[in-house]
C-alpha cells in the first residue's frame, strides 16, 4: 500500500485545520446554528454540517460527524473529528488502530 494513498480526499490544507477561535455569538444564534447543522446532518448533508460544527467547536455534532467517517471505514477522518471535540476515548482507540497498523507494515517490511 502507498502511503501517499491513505491522505487521497483530505483536507488540502493539512490534516488538522488551523483556524482562528470562533467568534462568541449570542447563545441565540449559536443554537440556530447547532440546530441548522444538526437538520444538515440528518438530511445526509454531512459537509456541511461539519464545516458548521467545526466552526462553533460543537463537540456532540463532531463525535456524530467522526462516528459517520468510522462506519465508512473513514479511520483518519473520524481520528480528526474525535480530535477536534476532544472526544478521548474513540481518539485512543483509533490511535492503537492506527499503531496496529503501523506495527504490521513494519513487520511486513522486514520479511
Do not use: C
Given at each position: 500500500?502507498?502511503?501517499?494513498?491513505?491522505?487521497?480526499g483530505?483536507?488540502?490544507?493539512?490534516?488538522?485545520?488551523?483556524?482562528?477561535?470562533?467568534?462568541?455569538?449570542?447563545?441565540?444564534?449559536?443554537?440556530?446554528?447547532?440546530?441548522?447543522?444538526?437538520?444538515?446532518?440528518?438530511?445526509?448533508n454531512?459537509?456541511?454540517?461539519k464545516?458548521?460544527?467545526?466552526?462553533?467547536?460543537?463537540?456532540?455534532?463532531?463525535?456524530?460527524?467522526?462516528?459517520?467517517?468510522?462506519k465508512?471505514?473513514?479511520?483518519?477522518?473520524?481520528?480528526?473529528?474525535?480530535?477536534?471535540?476532544?472526544?478521548?476515548v474513540?481518539?485512543?482507540k483509533?490511535?492503537?488502530?492506527?499503531?496496529?497498523?503501523?506495527?504490521?507494515?513494519?513487520?511486513?517490511?522486514?520479511?
Open positions: 500500500m502507498d502511503i501517499r494513498s491513505l491522505f487521497e483530505k483536507p488540502e490544507e493539512g490534516f488538522f485545520i488551523k483556524t482562528k477561535p470562533a467568534a462568541e455569538l449570542p447563545s441565540s444564534q449559536r443554537a440556530a446554528l447547532i440546530r441548522k447543522g444538526n437538520a444538515l446532518f440528518n438530511e445526509g454531512v459537509d456541511l454540517a464545516r458548521i460544527f467545526i466552526t462553533l467547536r460543537y463537540g456532540d455534532g463532531l463525535i456524530r460527524v467522526g462516528d459517520y467517517h468510522f465508512r471505514n473513514e479511520y483518519l477522518e473520524a481520528f480528526r473529528m474525535y480530535w477536534i471535540a476532544n472526544e478521548k474513540k481518539s485512543e483509533l490511535i492503537e488502530k492506527m499503531a496496529q497498523v503501523i506495527r504490521e507494515w513494519i513487520r511486513a517490511g522486514g520479511e
